[in-house]
């Protein structure tokens, strides 16, 4: 078990990983050996994720979740198998602990009254400012 929060662990077969041969400079160690590591975690099936948390996860995790809410998320920084499988299971446990907590409730705020006045004569000056590039004409044609 992965301990993400203390309510939330994610079993060890939920996530796969296949690991694929990364791409970059490293010379004959990136051509000879599949160090890239994919781990795949299916979020819309597993029993210890909640729909708010869920949700959540989506709208965080962007292109790295597919169509059908698998999270694909690849690891190719470092030069072993070990270090990138433990560099990407770092990020899923990150990412979905960031999902965990709850955004914070926006609290509503009114723009003080010099606010306002700055805005107000911001605009005044951007208007005189547009309003002298017009072409003066003589004769009014």
Known sequence: M???????SIDESE??????RSYGPGGQNVNKVATCVQVRFDASASPAISDDVRSRLAKLAGRRMTSDGVIVIEARRYRTRERNRADALDRLVELIRKAASPPPRRRKTKPTQASRLRRIESKRHRSQVKRRRKSVSDDGQ
Do not use: L, M, Y
């Open 2 to 8: 992965i301990r993400v929060t203390s309510e939330i």
């Open 15 to 20: 996530i796969a990983e296949s690991f694929v």
